[in-house]
T-cell receptor, first 115, second 112 residues
Framework: EPEVTQTPSHQVTQMGQEVILRCVPISNHLYFYWYRQILGQKVEFLVSFYNNEISEKSEIFDDQFSVERPDGSNFTLKIRSTKLEDSAMYFC?????????????FGPGTRLTVL | DAKTTQPPSMDCAEGRAANLPCNHSTISGNEYVYWYRQIHSQGPQYIIHGLKNNETNEMASLIITEDRKSSTLILPHATLRDTAVYYCIVRVASGNTGKLIFGQGTTLQVKP
């Protein structure tokens, strides 16, 4: 069964450093998403991406965040200058479409720890 | 998207049916009810969705009340592997960017 994959599974970085989280969505999917979950809190939407541009972003997704689909298979989330409060699980998701019959498939997540 | 209310936690005996309620009293006519679950910090997993008719798939059944203001997710024979946080999400059918808004969900503990 096809699945969304994410690398690395765990990333440790120093505050102020740039990190890139990588995702490989399911191959025939067209819509891509990033969510995050701070430990003990709910899953929060960050950004949706379609046709090589951002469809919607949340208030969390400020200028420090960017997304890219560099090569037609990877989907990346970049945090330019990490802060302590960026420590969280980051989940990538993808779907064929965005209508009611298009479920989102989530990856296993990347745990980001900012020291 | 309409707001949902779920109990924070529930227990269920292994092998018994787990019935997870969700209140969505402000749901509008073009909004679907979705259920996802998250097993121990893994990525959320889609379970089922519906508009107004009851739905069943290999994982669960979804019962939506006639006025659509509430719904119940039923896991017919809960196993220990069904221990997870279950999220009820309401979302418009079209004109959206696909984002899912997760609440706190219901933590289901299946006990032997």
């Amino acid at each position: 069964e096809p699945e969304v994959t994410q690398t690395p599974s765990h990333q440790v970085t120093q505050m102020g450093q740039e990190v890139i989280l990588r995702c490989v969505p399911i191959s025939n999917h067209l819509y891509f998403y990033w969510y995050r979950q701070i430990l003990g809190q709910k899953v929060e939407f960050l950004v949706s991406f379609y046709n090589n541009e951002i469809s919607e972003k949340s208030e969390i997704f400020d200028d420090q965040f960017s997304v890219e689909r560099p090569d037609g298979s990877n989907f990346t989330l970049k945090i330019r200058s990490t802060k302590l409060e960026d420590s969280a699980m980051y989940f990538c998701a993808s779907s064929v479409g965005r209508g009611p019959f298009n479920e989102q498939f989530f990856g296993p997540g990347t745990r980001l720890t900012v020291l | 998207d309409a707001k949902t209310t779920q109990p924070p936690s529930m227990d269920c005996a292994e092998g018994r049916a787990a019935n997870l309620p969700c209140n969505h009293s402000t749901i509008s006519g073009n909004e679907y009810v979705y259920w996802y679950r998250q097993i121990h910090s893994q990525g959320p997993q889609y379970i089922i969705h519906g508009l107004k008719n009851n739905e069943t798939n290999e994982m669960a059944s979804l019962i939506i009340t006639e006025d659509r203001k509430s719904s119940t997710l039923i896991l017919p024979h809960a196993t220990l592997r069904d221990t997870a946080v279950y999220y009820c999400i309401v979302r418009v059918a079209s004109g959206n960017t696909g984002k899912l808004i997760f609440g706190q969900g219901t933590t289901l503990q299946v006990k032997p």
